[in-house]
């Protein structure tokens, strides 16, 4: 049987091998969500709906789901992390109430004059598969439907050294640095304390 990976839009039918890869190959390494040591479930919910939008990527290996770029429609007056951005009281509000304080910095729509972006939400490429340039190929597939579907730029909010790397590596523009102690509650203790090399929580943006 042939082992192809083929890359293709993602759709309903892939919401179990999607969820199932972010469970035993995103939570358990992304810097954030490891470093909390647990996910909350909305966080789940939120990343497997995105589906639905008809704007995220997969890698399929005869059937089986190797690896996922999750990915949404951001618009400058209704942006979805801005709606995180009061004192959170979930791990998930947590996490979205760290997104945006990235993007506010980044400031995409300012700063490019637009009105709606395509915004990456996460990656995932399974153990087995890594090493293999799935992950590139993943985000110039979802770069290409994005141009398809005529989003003027494409966002991508890096939690991971390695994700920014990658960033760079395709052409993206750095946008916003944050260190993670920066985001922190009312007494000054960071939300995120992520393990080296993950010094920054980084923005990048690419016109398409």
Request: charged share 25%.
């Amino acid at each position: 049987m042939s082992s192809e990976i083929v890359y293709r839009l993602a759709e309903e039918k892939d919401e179990p091998g999607v969820l199932k890869l972010l469970r035993d190959h995103f939570y358990t390494d992304e810097p954030l969500s490891k470093n909390a040591g647990y996910h909350d479930p909305a966080d789940e919910q939120f990343a497997v709906g995105l589906i639905k939008q008809g704007t995220s990527t997969v890698a399929d290996v005869n059937g089986q789901i190797v690896g996922v770029r999750l990915a949404y429609p951001s618009h400058k007056k209704s942006q979805v992390s801005a709606k995180f951005n009061k004192k959170p009281t979930t791990a998930f509000e947590r996490l979205m109430g760290f997104i945006n304080a990235l993007e506010s910095k980044s400031n995409v729509f300012g700063r490019y004059q637009v009105e709606t972006v395509m915004q990456g939400h996460m990656l995932s490429v399974h153990r087995d598969f890594r090493g293999k340039g799935i992950a590139r190929k993943l985000y110039e597939h979802n770069m290409e439907l994005a141009k398809e579907k005529g989003f003027p730029i494409y966002v991508c909010d890096c939690s991971s050294l390695f994700s920014s790397r990658l960033c760079e590596k395709l052409g993206m523009e750095q946008t916003a640095t944050m260190e993670f102690h920066e985001y922190c509650d009312e007494n000054g203790n960071a939300y995120y304390t992520p393990e080296p090399p993950h010094d920054f929580a980084r923005s990048y943006a690419k016109k398409l």
